[in-house]
């Protein structure tokens, strides 16, 4: 009971508990935007990698393979994937969002940078789910008059959509955990809404379990949320 006590005066004493909704207010609509601009980034990047398009063909030699919107976007997969994502976050906050920029939110910053970043991962995702493919679908659909892009559309990327979920779904669970970083730019987080806690009753193993629990809840939903969408989409084939 002396315990229970306890945790009421770290949490609801000042109604500190209202740092951790805050925290998880931020966490969530981060995770929710960055989820976004992932998806977009990541599609149009797998879309540029698996192009067809060699605009020096005519010049033959070693440039009639040249595709420089494949290039373009491997090099982009390459540099984000090869970096950590809290120095692309301090790159995005101390170089880019300066000057005329710094009245940006940090809630748009981490955004974008996190939605950068996960935009390389599920960019990859996509390109194996597709290459994944029997490639005698496309051809198929080619040698029946069906413009490449229509055969994406249609019959490519509803199929691999299905073998990639799972995948995705866990690059959004990762993206949710990778929040946690975006206190070195002065955001409040869950983890850094511990932090506060922390500061303010001199208690650190507490809020910390805490937040731990609040993500594994989370991730748990989101695994869950997953596996129904998997069952119905087996049920469809």
Do not use: H
Request: charged letters at 15%; proline letters at 3%; glycine letters at 8%.
């Amino acid at each position: 009971m002396e315990y229970i006590q306890t945790l009421k005066d770290i949490f609801l004493g000042g109604r500190r508990y209202m740092y951790m909704i805050r925290g998880l207010e931020f966490s969530l609509g981060c995770t929710a935007l960055a989820a976004m601009i992932g998806l977009v980034v990541g599609n149009l990047c797998a879309l540029m990698q698996l192009s067809l398009w060699y605009p020096l063909k005519r010049w033959g030699g070693s440039w009639k393979t040249f595709n420089p919107l494949s290039k373009i976007a491997y090099v982009y997969v390459d540099v984000v994937r090869g970096t950590p994502a809290v120095v692309q976050l301090m790159i995005f906050a101390n170089l880019i969002f300066v000057g005329s920029l710094r009245d940006v939110p940090i809630i748009m910053i981490a955004s974008l940078s996190f939605g950068i970043n996960s935009g390389a991962y599920v960019a990859e995702i996509i390109r194996a789910g597709i290459q994944g493919l029997d490639r005698g679908q496309m051809e198929a659909a080619r040698a029946l008059g069906m413009p490449y892009s229509v055969a994406m559309k249609v019959i490519i990327i509803p199929q691999a959509i299905k073998k990639i979920l799972p995948a995705l779904v866990s690059e959004f669970i990762t993206l949710l955990k990778e929040t946690s970083i975006v206190g070195f730019i002065g955001g409040v987080d869950l983890l850094r809404s511990a932090n506060i806690i922390t500061s303010l009753t001199y208690r650190g193993v507490e809020p910390l379990l805490a937040v731990g629990f609040i993500y594994l809840i989370l991730t748990t939903i989101f695994t869950s949320i997953m596996r129904k969408i998997e069952r119905r989409l087996a049920v469809s084939d």
